[in-house]
């Protein structure tokens, strides 16, 4: 089972960028989708943005687009989020996960992953 881990949080003023990134071990076959996931304090968590790890597929949430990237590298077994012009409501603990699935984008829901990082906070200040 592929294991993740995130790291590139901290701390960032709105209008700023920070790149999260998640580093995977183990054997990912093909068929495996990537996705990042955001919880904040007292809300559910959710869906960010998500990538095929054959094509490069991507997909994001409505309140993501045209300001976070998300991409890999197949070679370093790493994923990436590239977050632009944040805002405070974007403040919440960010995840990694991974989950084997053949469907053209990745899953939205959480509960298809089964592989989560531990987490990497996110902070922007108003």
């Known amino acids: 089972q592929v294991q993740v881990e995130e790291s590139g949080g901290g701390l960032v003023q709105a209008g700023g960028s920070l790149r999260l990134s998640c580093g995977a071990s183990?054997?990912?076959?093909?068929?495996?989708?990537m996705g990042w996931f955001r919880q904040a304090p007292g809300k559910e968590r959710e869906f960010v943005a998500g990538?095929?790890?054959?094509?490069?597929?991507?997909n994001y949430a409505e309140s993501v687009k045209e300001r976070f990237t998300i991409s890999r590298d197949r070679d370093k077994k790493t994923m990436y989020l590239q977050m632009n012009s944040l805002k405070p409501e974007d403040t919440a603990v960010y995840y990694c996960?991974?989950?084997?699935?053949?469907?053209?984008?990745?899953?939205?829901?959480?509960?298809?992953?089964?592989?989560w990082g531990q987490g990497t906070q996110v902070t922007v200040s108003s």
């Open positions: 996960a991974a989950a084997i699935n053949t469907n053209i984008y990745a899953p939205r829901e959480s509960t298809y992953y089964d592989s």
């Open positions: 183990g054997r990912i076959s093909l068929q495996y989708a």
């Open positions: 990538i095929k790890w054959r094509n490069g597929n991507t």
